[in-house]
Nanobody, 114 residues
């Protein structure tokens, strides 16, 4: 099973983007779906997660600006990003956590710049 992330791009500060990440097939035992990011010269960091029961968590830096959601039937997780800031510039990766393995997408570039 592969994860395909898309929706990144160039956006001005204050703008919005919606990222999507779709799984190519069914994954048994999913515990959570989430997003991580890696900015220039930085380590990969947690952004948001949505657990199998629907509860969510966010990094403090994106709280109240980003919203994670999912469509189980489409095997897809989304990240709605509003009020984007230059410091949000990064490659965004999706991750599906399952009981037996973790699955990572290939990353999609988000650049926030005027």
């Amino acid at each position: 099973v592969q994860l395909q992330a898309y929706g990144g791009g160039l956006v001005q500060p204050g703008g919005s983007l919606r990222l999507s990440c779709a799984a190519s097939g069914s994954i048994f035992g999913i515990v959570a779906r989430g997003w991580y990011r890696q900015g220039p010269g930085k380590q990969r960091e947690f952004v948001a997660t949505i657990r199998v029961g629907g509860s969510t968590d966010y990094a403090d830096s994106v709280k109240d600006r980003f919203t994670i959601s999912r469509d189980i039937a489409k095997r897809t997780v989304y990240l709605q990003m509003n009020s984007l800031k230059p410091e949000d510039t990064a490659v965004y990766y999706c991750k599906f956590t399952a009981t037996r393995a973790d699955y990572w997408g290939q990353g999609t570039q988000v650049t926030v710049s005027s």
